[in-house]
């Protein structure tokens, strides 16, 4: 069509003045003329047309008069132009609006009764507003139902041709899995080649269907719309937070659906820079764990080697008594606590203050730990921000993005689609490095393909070539000579040849992306689990700062380097005071004027400074015997952590293992004591998504059996062991962390902070830069010639959406390891072959498949699965900087078993 | 009380007069025929319009005629009905009541829910009798809402024709909702009207 929208932030287009039923009215030229009708308030009647794609004008519904012209125009496929006298009502409008409903309806079954989207379709509205109640010559279809497909049904009886499900997964997800196709007489939607339809089951086509014609699989036949009940929630799968809606009727979870939707179809084109609404596979088909049969309903302790039910009143006295025993004999030293990034705020909150002020220990972390720390803390050191300074309205107004390590389709979908809404309407360039073929490497414009774990020599290599085109920000290095200096003479021993040779990226391409991003007004860094999981994480974060700060990007509006986070409240974990070194609002530990505020406010005395332990370290305690009592909530160590990390023998040295969960987890099968916990569908609260914005989670259902909102079971142990909590509900500590925190509950909305990089420019900065860029080793001959990487699937979400049947079925358990094609050919395998998979710490034997997304040199394994246990052939190196594990790369070498 | 009103009392006393009086009521029904009937033994005859129990029905091959759409559920003023469908497992596509409930001990007889279902899978049929002693046994399920149907048949036949809600058997057919096929396996012929 053409109609792009006037939104682009560098090009404004002109103002046209035009009339609507007599009134003047001002747009931009080159708008869909329906745009500007609505854009005044009124609504004129559309089935065919939604606000994030391009108008496709099949419905015929959204009929005006123009002066002028004889017949009726479809406004949204006309373009508004200057001097235009158009009439939205009157009868003749009417009738031909009227006639549409006829003519779609003509060849639509009355099947209402048993359609699923009976009382929530935009064709029964319009029949019902145009009071359709007679057909001249109705025909039915008879078309069979493809039910091939996993999650969705497709009833081509229904489909009214309106392509809304095409559209928005060409344009605005970039999929493109449907086509029509004309069978039967009828154009169809099939999916692509009329096969099953295998695509990312984003199920945003399901959402925006304004007919039945696509039914989820899931709630099929269940219940009708207005049968269930409503709640807005947030999605507690990845970091991006999105809003949803959770469908239930009594305690069962019968659907998800999301704000995007044929019923949303009004809006202004540029507010999808701040989220199209939809969903991804993992949100909408994989709430199924929440009511699912293995949730732990009643409290669980181990009596004579076996767990046994217990209520909840004697678990509790059983539990307390051997704390409060151990605390007395050892003190507080020999307890620590571990929890869950998929808690709400209020919960990491009363965690940290459970343990800080309840137990008085300090060692504690978070599930943040295993990469998202080493974002957090490099960037508090360069620049003062926790957090990533960019949301994503700048992430899709971006002009160059630089992704660097990241799977971005897989792990965060919906930030993957603000960067293709960047590529498609921003016409930004996107570069990516990575080890693996991505899908956003597919539709990038500067798509590199690097050796494994090279990451942090392609920064390098970018930092030098910088430097050596002159593409430096005068204004911004003069700033801080110092700084500059030492930055120069640090790369100046960097050979460009040796970089391209260890990362395989030629030094032209290094210079273009250079001057790319050094060039573009707003240019973006994303750095991902290639990053933030990896070996040096904590210093490839650094030289990536380095880099946006000789080109000036940082501190600069609509630039800036961030991350991307996989649990969906790492960050609340990080602002909370979930981890050793930091107190709520990201505050050191040991500033004696906060631990004084904190102390007041707790009436308590803090842990001493320097008793603190994160992850890795608690463990090294459990061995060692100095911590006693583990209270995991909703942690997994056990299945996390390689075997090498002595995760079991640590545990069972335990004297107490308290595991908090709504599943009886690999961890929890070893504890003293399990408490039945609620998921995010049965309790209050808010997440802190990967943006900084503060998103409510609201209760949906009752809590499951007898099991109890973290919450709840945390101010009941607490007040057991002498505290006294006064907490009802969570907006009690929702009160109590505004009073802390002024300002944090931000309403969606995260505060503009600009991160400011002079503190450690001009103090620290010089010393530290000479050690950041070394050399690394000549890439000689490897004994082992693979790459083995363990990772994130789209459909699957750390170990929690393993409990949702309906992600299982997506993507099941393979049980196999993922090469490239010509890479098993060259070794001789075929589908299904076993090999013998060899690493530095030991060696198993599993099947291989093909997949057509590994690069050559490199083999992948779900980190999702431990059946056959691929993760304890991986070296665990532990960051001296942030203590982040990275267990995710290592060398092995694979041969026919 | 004047003389004569006295002497008028005393006469009428003496010569039973207000049992006269009543027996006139007595005697004079005595000739007429009776205005009730024995009602255990003998039966009224209701109008075919008559709101009585409900009744599932089905079709004349013994298909169920409910889709489980639940519309009767929506119509309901006293929110007696409670419908649960499902996809019925013998037949992929056909979606079905898998449990079906009326509470008629709240139900008000108003027959909204006959005019609301879409397929005349419900009708009121001219049974009123089912007093019990045990109230559970008022809450109506499937099995006994399609017992009533099938006793009670040509009933609920009769009350959707005189509610013009279906008026012969031919209407009933085209009334009738043929399921999709699925593309992997038929399960059903095409309807004949249709092929």
């Known amino acids: 069509m053409g109609l792009k929208p006037a939104t682009n932030p560098d090009v404004e287009g002109a103002t046209i003045e035009l009339s609507i039923d ?45 002066e002028g012209k004889k017949a009726p125009v479809r406004s949204c496929t006309a373009k508004a132009a200057a001097g235009m006298v158009i009439r939205t009502e009157g009868e003749d409008l009417f009738l031909a609006r009227k006639k549409a409903v006829e003519k779609h309806l003509s060849v639509h079954p009355l099947d209402c009764p048993v359609c699923d989207a009976d009382g929530h379709c935009e064709l029964q509205d319009m029949a019902f507003q145009h009071g359709v109640t007679n057909l001249a010559n109705a025909k039915q279809k008879f078309i069979p139902e493809d039910t091939r497909s996993l999650v969705l049904d497709f009833n081509m009886n229904r489909c009214i041709a309106c392509a809304e499900c095409i559209n928005v997964c060409k344009d605005v997800l970039m999929i493109d899995a449907l086509q029509f196709m004309k069978k039967g007489g009828f154009n169809q939607v099939v999916a692509k080649g009329d096969l099953a339809l295998d695509c990312e089951f984003c199920g945003d086509c399901l959402a925006v269907c304004p007919v039945g014609a696509i039914t989820n699989k899931f709630s099929k036949y269940l219940y009708k719309p207005w049968q269930m009940k409503k709640t807005t929630t947030t999605c507690n799968y990845c970091g991006d937070g999105c809003q949803l809606y959770l469908e239930t009727k009594d305690e069962e979870v019968v659907r998800v659906t999301s704000p995007l939707s044929w019923k949303n179809k009004w809006g202004d084109r540029s507010e999808t820079a701040k989220g199209h609404g939809g969903l991804c596979v993992r949100g909408r088909f994989g709430f199924e764990y929440l009511d699912s049969k293995s949730r732990l309903t009643q409290p669980l302790v181990r009596e004579g080697g076996r767990l046994v039910q217990k209520p909840w009143l004697e678990t509790m006295h059983l539990l307390v008594d051997q704390l409060t025993e151990i605390k007395e004999k050892s003190g507080a030293d020999a307890i620590g606590g571990l929890v869950t990034a998929r808690c709400t705020n209020e919960e990491l909150y009363l965690f940290q203050k459970l343990m800080r002020t309840g137990f008085g220990t300090n060692q504690l972390d978070s599930s943040a ?19 990533m300074p960019n949301d994503w309205e700048d992430l899709t107004k971006a002009k160059a993005i630089m992704l660097f390590g990241s799977n971005i389709t897989e792990t965060n979908p919906l930030t993957a689609v603000r960067i293709k809404e960047a590529i498609r309407v921003y016409k930004a360039q996107v570069m990516t490095f990575d080890s693996a073929i991505t899908n956003i490497a597919k539709l990038a414009s500067h798509p590199f393909l690097i050796k ?97 700060w000789i080109t000036g990007k940082l501190g600069r509006a609509g630039c800036g380097v961030n991350t991307v986070t996989e649990e969906p409240n790492e960050q609340g974990a990080v602002d909370m005071g979930a981890a050793p070194e930091f107190l709520p609002g990201q505050a050191r530990f040991d500033d004696p004027a906060v631990r004084d505020r904190f102390a007041k406010a707790w009436e308590t005395s803090l842990p001493p400074v320097g008793s603190g332990a994160h992850l890795i370290e608690i463990l090294k305690r459990c061995k060692s015997g100095r911590i006693k009592a583990l209270y995991i909530l909703g942690e997994n160590p056990l299945a996390t952590l390689p075997a090498s990390m002595e995760v079991r023998a640590a545990l069972e040295r335990l004297e107490l293992l308290v595991v908090q969960d709504p599943f009886l987890t690999e961890t929890g099968k070893l504890a003293h004591f399990v408490l039945p916990a609620c998921t995010y569908a049965e309790k209050d609260g808010t997440f802190t998504n990967l943006e900084g914005r503060v998103l409510r989670v609201r209760q949906a259902m009752d809590p499951l059996g007898e099991s109890l909102p973290d919450w709840h079971i945390m101010t009941a142990l607490a007040n057991a062991m002498g505290c006294r909590w006064e907490y009802q509900s969570a907006n009690d500590i929702q009160a109590e962390i505004m009073k802390l925190l002024p300002g944090y509950y931000n309403l969606g909305q995260p505060r503009k902070v600009v991160p400011v990089p002079d503190q450690y420019l001009s103090n620290d900065y010089a010393a530290e830069v000479k050690a950041r860029y070394q050399q690394g080793p000549p890439s000689g001959e490897n004994p082992r010639p693979f790459s083995l990487l363990m990772g994130q ?27 490239n094609i010509g890479d098993m050919e060259r070794l001789g395998l075929q589908d299904g072959v076993k090999v013998r998979l060899t690493s530095d710490r030991g060696s198993l034997q599993l099947a291989v498949q093909a997949d057509q997304s590994i690069a050559p040199g490199t083999c992948f394994f779900p980190e999702h699965f431990n059946e056959p246990p691929v993760k304890d052939l991986m070296p665990v190196s532990v960051d001296a900087a942030t203590g982040v594990p990275s267990f995710k790369q290592t060398w092995v070498s694979v041969e026919q078993a | 009380m004047s003389v004569a009103a006295l002497t008028k009392k005393i006469l009428q006393a003496a010569l039973f007069y207000e049992i006269v009086d009543a027996m006139k009521v007595t005697f004079r029904h005595m000739l007429h025929r009776p205005m009730t009937f024995q009602y255990p033994r003998e039966q009224r005859t209701i109008p075919d319009t008559h709101r009585g129990a409900l009744g599932l029905l089905r079709y004349d091959d013994g298909r169920e005629r409910c889709v489980g759409c639940d519309l009767c559920e929506a119509a309901c003023p006293s929110h007696c009905i409670k419908v649960i469908s499902a996809e019925d497992p013998a037949r992929p596509l056909q979606r079905y009541a898998s449990e079906f409930y009326i509470d008629i001990t709240k139900c008000v007889f108003c027959g909204y829910c006959v005019e609301a279902c879409p397929v005349n899978a419900l009708a009121m049929t001219k049974m009123y009798e089912y007093s019990t002693h045990d109230k559970r046994s008022l809450l109506f399920d499937k099995k006994r809402l399609y017992d009533i149907g099938e006793r009670h048949l040509d009933d609920g036949k009769k009350y959707l024709y005189a509610h013009n809600q279906e008026k012969n058997v031919a209407q009933s057919r085209e009334y009738r909702y043929y399921f999709p096929q699925s593309v992997q396996k038929s399960t059903q012929p095409p309807p004949k009207h249709l092929s």
């Not at chain 1, 003329?33 to 004008?57: E, N, Q, R, S």
């Not at chain 1, 700033?479 to 040849?497: G, I, M, Q, T």
């Not at chain 1, 750390?798 to 099941?812: E, R, V, Y």
């Open chain 1, 22 to 66: 007599g009134k003047s009215v001002t747009a931009r030229d080159g708008v869909s003329l329906y745009d500007v009708i609505a854009m005044t308030g009124k609504i004129i009647p559309a089935m065919c047309y939604h606000y994030t794609f391009d108008p496709f004008g099949s419905c015929g519904m959204c009929l005006v008069m123009q």
């Open chain 1, 369 to 387: 730990r295993y990469g998202h720390m080493n974002f957090v803390l490099a960037s508090k050191r360069a620049t003062g921000l926790g957090r």
């Open chain 1, 452 to 548: 494994p774990g090279t990451e942090g020599a392609v920064i390098d290599g970018l930092v030098k070539t910088t430097i050596e085109q002159d593409l430096v920000d005068e204004e911004v290095v003069e700033k801080h000579p110092r700084a500059f200096d030492a930055l120069k003479s640090a790369v100046a021993n960097l050979s460009l040849e040796h970089l391209a040779a260890q990362t395989g990226v030629p030094i032209e391409a290094f210079r273009e992306v250079a001057a790319i991003f050094a060039e573009s007004p707003r240019s973006i860094i994303l750095c991902a689990e290639g990053i933030v999981r990896r070996t040096n994480g904590y210093q490839n974060v650094l030289k990536l700062m380095d880099l946006a």
């Open chain 1, 793 to 819: 699937l789209l459909v699957h979400s750390g170990k929690l959406s393993t409990q949702a049947p309906g992600l299982m079925k997506i993507a099941p358990n393979t049980g196999k390891l993922r090469m």
